[in-house]
């Protein structure tokens, strides 16, 4: 995927919605409920921490899974894993050399419905390396890699990973090292010779950057999005960075409003006109902060879609973007009210608002988290909602191309207890799918779970 970039604020270009303007889902709307038609846990051997951190379906709906258990010996290993009927399901798991914690956290598909999984392998030294793994349809490995070789002293962990048309894979990695935090970006061909790696951050700039989305266009060039925050402390700036295929930096661009108290971008994707969408925040008096949607063209300049503001003391944060067949922009994050609740909505192009809903579902903090769109323009959100109790359920709420809200449905644990929500992944107008960790019981602790819905 893609991120980073900045400009010149233009009031003139700057489309604000007053919270007047959200049609808002009334506790006790009345909107179907629709449960799940698949469901899985698994859980290791031992006690402690499973998730399952990534989703990733292919073309033919082939669904592909992500994440990591708790083995007999209280370590963690990784769990790649393919969610069809025999012959085909298969489960693999990855120990890494220095048979210490490895966990997966990020999954896609390539070509010949090869699968790329990224991840963090701690070595001999006890800090975390990266490994990207390269897996066949039928689950052989193909090759694996570390990242750096031959090991760290500092820490270094996956964010992202985006692949080719050719099965080249750009992955994004957070670096933990004296002078702050950096983002690494670093492209593995389809053989798994490294051909490039490059840094943003640290060095003169003095600057920590923490690279939050990653996304690539149909030539190949990377995108990365995230925020740079000053070594020394001060306030967050937005950034978007353009790789070439061949790993030369094409622009850098770092974005501030006039208020200069923080800004960051959380999420990207591409633009059907050319260059990506980012969306994100920025503060603009003291705690109030607005939902922000940019689009940066192919050479880097900057529009302002929409900024969007709840009113004084209120924070809006957007946490993720997709654009539908008809060019609309669909978004979802947190829109404070008395509390912070659930928040969707739909612009065009040009920045109108469609249609907009926020549900305050619980009595605590409710986000949406992601979002898919299926070949029919329906839109799926999922997140989590705080419960009276103090855990945390999960939500997923589908919408028709016209923002009419279609289904519902709210998985709480199998017991009372705090429920996450990973990676959210569709197959066409026929099956979304939802994954995360789940507490299995008090005794065992948390389980990995994947959750389907039909369309």
């Not at 031959?150 to 957070?174: E, H, I, R, W």
């Not at 009419?404 to 569709?426: D, F, H, M, N």
Request: glycine content about 12%; proline content about 3%.
């Amino acid at each position: 995927m893609t991120r980073r970039r900045v400009a010149v604020f233009t009031l003139a270009a700057l489309t604000t919605f007053a919270a007047l303007t959200l049609l808002t889902a009334a506790a006790g709307a009345s909107i179907p409920t629709n449960d799940p038609i698949f469901s899985m846990t698994r859980h290791g051997a031992g006690t402690g921490g499973d998730a399952a951190t990534g989703l990733a379906a292919t073309s033919t709906g082939t669904l592909y899974t992500c994440g990591y258990v708790t083995t007999a010996t209280h370590k963690l290993d990784m769990t790649i894993q393919r969610l069809s009927d025999a012959p085909y399901g298969w489960s693999r798991t990855f120990d890494g050399a220095a048979h210490r914690n490895d966990q997966a956290w990020v999954i896609a598909t390539g070509p010949k419905a090869t699968l790329y999984v990224g991840g963090n392998s701690a070595n001999a030294h006890g800090t975390n390396d990266v490994v990207v793994l390269k897996y066949s349809a039928a689950g052989k490995l193909l090759w694996a890699h570390r990242w750096p070789e031959p090991y760290s002293l500092a820490n270094d962990y996956v964010t992202d990973l985006a692949v080719d048309k050719y099965g080249n894979v750009v992955v994004m990695v957070g670096s933990a090292r004296v002078g702050g935090l950096r983002t690494v970006v670093a492209k593995y061909l389809a053989n798994g010779h490294l051909a490039w790696s490059r840094t943003i951050g640290g060095g003169p700039s003095n600057l920590n950057a923490d690279g939050s989305d990653l996304t690539l266009d149909a030539f190949g060039n990377a995108y990365v999005a995230g925020t740079r925050t000053p070594n020394g402390g001060g306030y967050n700036r937005a950034m978007l960075v353009k790789f070439s295929a061949a790993g030369a930096k094409l622009w850098d661009r770092t974005y501030r409003n006039p208020a200069h108290l923080g800004d960051g971008f959380t999420a990207i994707c591409r633009c059907p006109a050319g260059g990506v969408y980012v969306v994100g925040y920025t503060t603009v008096l003291g705690p109030d902060e607005d939902g922000l949607v940019m689009r940066y063209s192919a050479t880097g300049s900057r529009t302002v879609i929409a900024q969007l503001a709840g009113g004084a003391g209120t924070e809006q944060w957007l946490r993720d973007v997709h654009v539908d067949t008809h060019g609309r922009i669909d978004i979802c994050g947190n829109w404070f009210n008395t509390n912070c609740d659930f928040y969707a909505a739909q612009l065009t192009a040009a920045g109108t608002l469609n249609w907009s809903y926020t549900w305050a579902l619980g009595s605590g903090v409710d986000q949406a988290k992601m979002l898919v769109i299926d070949t029919a323009n329906r839109v799926t959100v999922a997140g989590t909602t705080d419960t009276a109790g103090g855990n945390s359920e999960l939500y997923v709420v589908n919408f028709a191309a016209n923002g009419t809200p279609r289904w519902e449905s709210r998985q709480p644990g199998p017991v009372p207890c705090t429920l996450y929500a990973g990676a959210i992944a569709r197959y066409q107008s026929s099956n979304v799918w939802v994954c995360g960790a789940t507490e299995g019981s008090i005794a065992t602790g948390y389980d990995q779970f994947v959750l389907g819905w039909g369309l």
